[in-house]
């Protein structure tokens, strides 16, 4: 949610701030803005839309100065206009980016109105720079302020401060928004994610909650939430300098739908040995925090969340462990139970989530066996504040719409049963089965995105469709799910995903030609009831669009287009059906014109509640 970028250098930083925002475009993208001091001035430009309004108003009027903050805003708070652009600022000396939101706003625009000060935005954020700028009134520097001000909020920020009247320094906070620091030479750097910084710097320090940092071209300093001065392990990142190009792609989604083998192998890589997914894979202990566990809690939002539900059918079915799921922003704010032996697993693409990283937190206080994260951003909170991690290796995925992350996100929980599932009696064929699945997949994903063409030419069929209904059965329900959130996600179509099961208990008074029907068939042991399912559509004259197993059985006719799918083992059905749905929604993305990297009101990394 939003992106941040901070700069403190020698050179002119603004180019440096718009290009980092460029590679945080995909975490909030209604306006942007850009603040820099020069010379005791504070010069700021902020647009409404995407960076490129604010990259060309600095062409045509660039700002000069060596210190500088820059933001990307997803609106909580005030509608995306310029007034509510970030930065803020506070009578002409302070300026502020933040990310996350202030839940006392209210009260401290009220208190800080009685003293004075003028607001110019609806924004929540606001708040803060007018209290640090009259806390600067009786502290006699920046740093201080900034950090009796910081106690005064409640809620969640990720925040930049800089004063026109001390143009050597940044002051950085955290608390529930992720901050990382970047080291130059001569130089220093602050962003919400290390991404925007990797064109001047590899070296990172994530920021821990409740740090205040200052940050000088010479020096960062770093204070923990009582203000003891602290260290923070200085790490080279891994990322890629280029991961951020699409290359010869014309969108990140559809950069990362190609990307998945690779993805995939790359998850695998020296996790299996001996026919045996390693138990390493998940921690350094993770061997004893695993071997006990009897339950398995998920934990996740949006596609993560779907990740899980398709594991709950292998951990029950496989693993011989009881496991449920549920969406953060619920399992946070309801009392629930706690079984004997519980693993509380959360799964997320970006570790920042916000709902998920407080349900893990309340796990742990609720006295779960173990934590574990299968997560895709090293250093993420979820990743620090886990028990364990299963790192996804997927690389760094832009795309708004989460694709390589999901099937990488499968393939990690698939191992995880195993891995459990060895301490529950799994079968050493089963265990063989499945780690014979899981190398097979690369090569089979690579079959399926051989579907392209095809599907590119079905999605004609949808341009002009208002609602489509997805349709699966056993762990190809969530499949289902994440197709349908795939297609409303990116192309507006609204699309509901039902096991085919429950049809007869409603929603087959929906059924008529304008309802398209998407259907996941793989030949399984559900199939024959499958078909049933579809012949209950055809006779209340529905459209199907069948993805079925070559060996299924099924053939196109006026009522039903059946796209032929390589056969694949039960174990990597749910990833091999996910690849036509995610090309689906791409195509009819394409097809009806809409953002597909940034679709409308949405952000990649939803960092507040
Ligand atoms: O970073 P996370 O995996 O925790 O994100 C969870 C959801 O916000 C995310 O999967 C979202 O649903 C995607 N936009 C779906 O494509």
Redesign the pocket.
């Known amino acids: 949610m939003c992106g941040i970028v901070g700069a403190v250098a020698q050179r002119d930083v603004a180019e440096i701030l718009v290009e980092g925002l460029r590679r945080l475009e995909y975490r909030g993208y209604d306006s942007a803005g850009v603040a820099v001091l020069n010379n005791g001035e504070l010069s700021r430009t902020r647009r409404v839309g995407k960076v490129q309004e604010l990259s060309s108003a600095l062409e045509t009027q660039p700002l000069f100065g060596g210190t500088g903050i820059a933001h990307t805003r997803w609106a909580t708070h005030g509608e995306p206009n310029e007034r509510n652009a970030h930065p803020h600022q506070s009578e002409g000396d302070i300026a502020v980016v933040h990310n996350g939101i202030i839940e006392n706003h209210n009260k401290l625009r009220v208190m800080l109105k009685g003293l004075g000060y003028t607001f110019a935005s609806d924004t929540d954020t606001e708040v803060i720079c007018h209290l640090v700028h009259h806390e600067l009134k009786t502290h006699d520097s920046l740093l201080a302020a900034v950090q009796v001000a910081v106690k005064q909020l409640e809620g969640a920020y990720g925040t930049v401060v800089i004063d026109r009247r001390d143009s050597q320094r940044m002051i950085v906070a955290r608390s529930g928004s992720p901050l990382v620091i970047g080291y130059g030479l001569g130089e220093n750097f602050v962003a919400s994610d290390q991404l925007a910084l990797l064109p001047v710097t590899r070296s990172f320090a994530f920021l821990e909650e409740g740090d205040v940092a200052e940050v000088t071209r010479r020096e960062v300093n770093i204070f923990d939430v009582d203000g003891n001065a602290v260290e923070r392990e200085m790490k080279e990142s891994e990322v890629t300098h280029d991961a951020g190009d699409k290359g010869e792609y014309r969108h990140y989604m559809l950069k990362e739908i190609y990307e998945q083998p690779t993805a995939i192998a790359h998850t695998l890589e020296g996790r299996i040995a001996g026919g045996k997914v390693l138990d390493a894979a998940f921690g350094e202990n993770a061997a004893e925090f695993l071997k006990d566990i009897k339950h398995v809690q998920i934990i996740?939002?949006?596609?993560?969340?779907h990740a899980g539900m398709a594991a709950r059918y292998w951990l029950e079915g496989w693993a011989g462990v009881s496991c449920n799921v549920e969406i953060a922003s619920e399992f946070r704010y309801r009392k629930s139970h706690l079984f004997p032996n519980s693993l509380l697993v959360t799964?997320?693409?970006?570790?920042?989530?916000a709902d998920?990283l407080a349900a893990m937190r309340l796990a742990k206080e609720m006295g779960y066996k173990a934590t574990l994260t299968i997560c895709n951003a090293p250093g993420s909170s979820l990743v620090r504040e886990s028990d364990m991690a299963y790192m996804m290796k997927a690389g760094v995925e832009i795309g708004?719409?989460?694709?390589k992350?999901f099937t990488v996100q499968l393939a990690g929980l698939l191992m995880l049963t195993t891995v459990i599932g060895r301490h529950n009696g799994m079968s050493e064929q089963v265990e063989a089965d499945i780690t014979q699945s899981l190398l097979s997949m690369p090569a089979k994903v690579e079959q399926a995105l051989g579907l392209d063409d095809a599907i590119a030419e079905l999605a004609e069929d949808f341009a002009d469709k208002h609602h489509a209904l997805f349709l699966g059965r056993g762990d190809q329900y969530p499949i289902a799910m994440e197709g349908a959130?795939?297609l409303k996600?990116i192309s507006y179509i609204h699309a509901e995903a039902y096991a085919s099961g429950e049809l007869k208990h409603g929603p087959l008074a929906l059924i008529d030609a304008d309802m398209p029907v998407i259907v996941v068939a793989p030949n399984n042991e559900l199939l024959e009831k499958l078909k049933s399912n579809v012949e209950e559509v055809r006779a209340r004259g529905g459209l199907m669009y069948v993805f079925a197993d070559v060996d299924a059985e099924f053939e196109s006719d006026d009522t039903m287009k059946v796209i032929p799918v390589p056969h694949c083992d039960e174990f990597m059905a749910p990833l091999i059906y996910t690849i036509p749905l995610q090309l689906l929604s791409y195509h009819v993305a394409l097809i009806k014109g809409t953002d597909v990297d940034q679709p409308r009101n949405?952000a990649?990394?939803?960092t507040v509640e």
């Not at 996740?300 to 969340?305: D, E, L, M, V």
């Open positions: 996740a939002c949006g596609t993560s969340y799964i997320s693409q970006s570790g920042e989530t998920t708004v719409a989460s694709t992350a959130l795939k996600e949405l990649k990394s939803v």
